[in-house]
C-alpha cells in the first residue's frame, strides 16, 4: 500500500498542559503529521494515573487511557519554574509554530509565559490557551473541569436528568473531548490567517463556551416557554419521534423529519393505517391538544414490544427511516459499522496487552494518519529533543542532576 502524506508535516507545536482537552488537541495534530513535543512536570501528567480507578493498566508503554490523549508525541519532562528549565522551554517555544496549554493564566504569567509576556518575543507563534469559564468574569480564575464548567455550569446536567432522580453521571471526559475539537479549528484557523498576514495570535476557548455552544438549541429554546429540555415521555414532540423498548430488552429511538410524510410510513409499518383518517393524528400539536397523545404513544409502544429492536430497525431502515438500536458503550468495539470504518483500531501495549482504541475520527482521500503509539514513560524523549536544542551529553546529565530535567 503506498504511504500517503500526513497533511500536517512540517508543523511544530509545544505543549504544557494536563488532563484531557487541551492534551487531546495536542495528540490530533500529533496524528496528523505534527512534531508535538509534550512538556510535563517532573512528577507526570496527573492522566498518567486515570485508568487506575477504572481498573485499566496504568504502566509505561502499558497505559490505554494515558494514550488515547498523547499517542504520537515526544515525551519530556521539565521544571519550568528553574531559570535553566525556563530557559530550554522557550528555546523549545521559539522552535515552535503552535504553543497549547490549559494551565492557569495566574501561574504563567509569575513565570512570563502568559500571552502578554510572549508576543513581542515570538510574533508568529500561534499561542493556543484553554481555560474552564473563560478569561474574564467572577470565574475567570477557577479550576474548571469537565464535570463543572461543561456539564453543571452550561445546563445539560440539569436538564437531562429524570426530575426527581439522582444527578445522572456524564462518561468520564466527554466533554473536555468535544472541546478540544473547539480548541483544534481555532488554532487551524489561525495558521491559515497566519499563512496570509504572518501574524501569530492567541486562541482561546474554554470548556464552558464548549459546553454552551453544544447546547445551543437547548438555550434557545429556553427562552420561548419551555424550561426544561428533558420532555416527559407520555407528551413527545409526536409519537414517531422518541424512544420505545422491544421484546428483548432493548430500546429503539425512532426519529420523524417531516411529520405529514413519515407519519404515512410509520401506519404502514406498525399496521395502524387509520390514523391517516383521524384528525387527531394530523401532527404532534393536534394530538396534545386533543388530549390523545398519552394513548397515542401507549398504543405505538405496545406495537413494538412485539418485536426485538434490531427487527425493527432493519424493517424501519429500509424504508429510509431514521432510528437506531440503544447501544452500550461496551458493545462499541465489536460494532461492525466501526470496524468498517476503522474508528476503532487494535494496539498492543507492553506485556501483551491488548485494547481497541478509538481513532481520531479525521479522515482524508489524500493524506494518512499516524497509527497509534503506546506512551512512554515520564522524559522518554527528553535526551533527543534537548540534543536537537544543542545540549551535548554532559551538559544533559548535569541538568537531570539539579532536577531541572527528567
Known amino acids: 500500500m503506498e504511504e500517503r502524506r500526513l497533511p500536517l508535516e512540517g508543523l511544530k507545536a509545544l505543549e504544557l498542559s494536563t488532563v484531557v482537552a487541551a492534551p487531546t488537541t495536542a495528540r490530533m495534530l500529533a496524528s496528523y503529521g505534527a512534531d508535538v513535543i509534550k ?11 486515570a485508568g487506575f480507578s477504572r481498573n485499566v493498566p496504568v504502566e509505561d508503554h502499558k497505559n490505554p487511557m494515558f494514550t488515547i490523549h498523547n499517542s504520537n508525541k515526544r515525551l519530556t519532562a521539565i521544571d519550568i519554574k528553574s531559570d535553566e528549565g525556563r530557559s530550554i522551554f522557550l528555546k523549545l517555544m521559539g522552535d515552535a509554530d503552535i ?18 509576556s510572549i508576543k513581542g518575543v515570538f510574533p508568529g507563534l500561534i499561542y493556543a490557551q484553554l481555560y474552564g469559564y473563560g478569561p474574564k468574569g467572577p ?43 473547539v480548541l483544534l479549528a481555532g488554532i487551524l484557523m489561525a495558521l491559515y490567517a497566519r499563512e496570509h498576514t504572518g501574524l501569530g495570535t492567541m486562541v482561546n476557548t474554554s470548556l464552558f463556551a464548549s459546553g454552551i455552544w453544544c447546547n445551543a438549541s437547548g438555550i434557545v429554546s429556553t427562552q420561548f416557554g419551555k424550561k426544561h429540555l428533558n420532555p416527559d415521555y407520555l407528551h413527545p414532540v409526536d409519537p414517531f419521534d422518541t424512544f420505545y423498548e422491544c421484546s428483548d430488552g432493548n430500546w429503539i429511538a425512532v426519529y420523524c423529519n417531516d411529520y405529514a410524510k413519515d407519519r404515512r410510513k410509520f401506519a404502514g409499518h406498525l399496521g395502524i ?41 432493519d424493517q424501519l431502515s429500509v424504508d429510509n427511516i431514521s432510528c437506531e438500536v440503544m447501544r452500550r458503550t461496551c458493545d462499541v468495539v465489536r460494532d461492525e459499522q466501526a470496524l468498517a470504518n476503522g474508528y476503532v483500531e487494535d494496539v498492543e501495549f507492553a506485556g501483551g496487552v491488548k485494547a481497541a482504541m478509538p481513532s481520531p475520527p479525521i479522515h482524508f482521500s489524500a493524506y494518512g494518519r499516524e ?28 541538568l537531570r542532576e539539579k532536577g531541572v530535567v527528567k
Open 39 to 49: 512538556v510535563e512536570a517532573l512528577s507526570g501528567d496527573n492522566q498518567r494515573m
Open 273 to 313: 393505517e387509520d390514523i391517516l383518517d383521524d384528525a387527531r393524528w394530523d401532527s404532534g400539536p393536534a394530538l396534545e391538544e386533543s388530549g390523545f397523545m398519552e394513548k397515542a404513544v401507549a398504543r405505538v409502544a405496545a406495537i413494538f414490544k412485539a418485536r426485538s429492536a434490531f427487527e425493527w430497525r
Open 371 to 398: 497509527p497509534y503509539e503506546t506512551t512512554g514513560k515520564i522524559g522518554e524523549h527528553t535526551d533527543a529533543i534537548l540534543f536537537e536544542l544543542g545540549y551535548n551529553t554532559g551538559q544533559i546529565a548535569g
Open 139 to 181: 470565574a475567570s480564575g477557577d479550576p474548571g473541569f469537565d464535570s463543572t464548567a461543561f456539564w453543571m455550569r452550561s445546563g445539560p446536567q440539569a436538564d437531562w436528568t429524570v426530575a426527581g432522580e439522582h444527578p445522572f453521571y456524564p462518561a468520564y471526559a466527554f466533554g473536555d473531548m468535544s472541546t478540544s475539537s
Open 99 to 116: 504553543f497549547i496549554s490549559n494551565v492557569r493564566e495566574n501561574s504563567l504569567r509569575k513565570i512570563s509565559l502568559d500571552y502578554e
